[in-house]
Nanobody, 123 residues
Framework: QVQLVESGGGLVQAGGSLRLSCGAS????????MGWFRQAPGKEREFVAA???????SYAESVKGRFTISRNNAKNTVYLQMNSLEAKDTAVYYC?????????????????WGQGTQVTVSS
């Protein structure tokens, strides 16, 4: 059974930075793609970033140039470095794992989810 545990969320001022981490267990981490999604109050959960087993990355247009996804296979951990944060980035951020190695950008491509971590950006 896959378990994903996010950490690193919090309250930050606009223009600031946060780094989210997601530790994975229950599957051979290095073989599978990972992703980050977010959900703001009253909105649908949306794609933020994804990384393949090989390190190829994809980003939502709204975060390109500000967010960076990376992975450390030795630590079974995926990261989301968030810079130049804006109030519109406020949301619960979820880590997700695919049952495949190729990256994807849609929710239904991922079969395992973490519990989420709150990110609040004050303006």
């Amino acid at each position: 059974q896959v378990q994903l545990v996010e950490s690193g969320g919090g309250l930050v001022q606009a223009g600031g930075s946060l780094r989210l981490s997601c530790g994975a267990s229950g599957r051979t981490f290095s073989m599978y793609a990972m992703g980050w999604f977010r959900q703001a109050p009253g909105k649908e959960r949306e794609f933020v970033a994804a990384i393949s087993q090989y390190g190829d990355t994809s980003y939502a247009e709204s975060v390109k140039g500000r967010f960076t996804i990376s992975r450390n296979n030795a630590k079974n951990t995926v990261y989301l470095q968030m810079n130049s944060l804006e109030a519109k980035d406020t949301a619960v951020y979820y880590c997700a794992m695919r049952p495949l190695g190729l990256k994807a950008t849609t929710r239904d491509a991922f079969d395992s989810w973490g519990q989420g971590t709150q990110v609040t950006v004050s303006s």
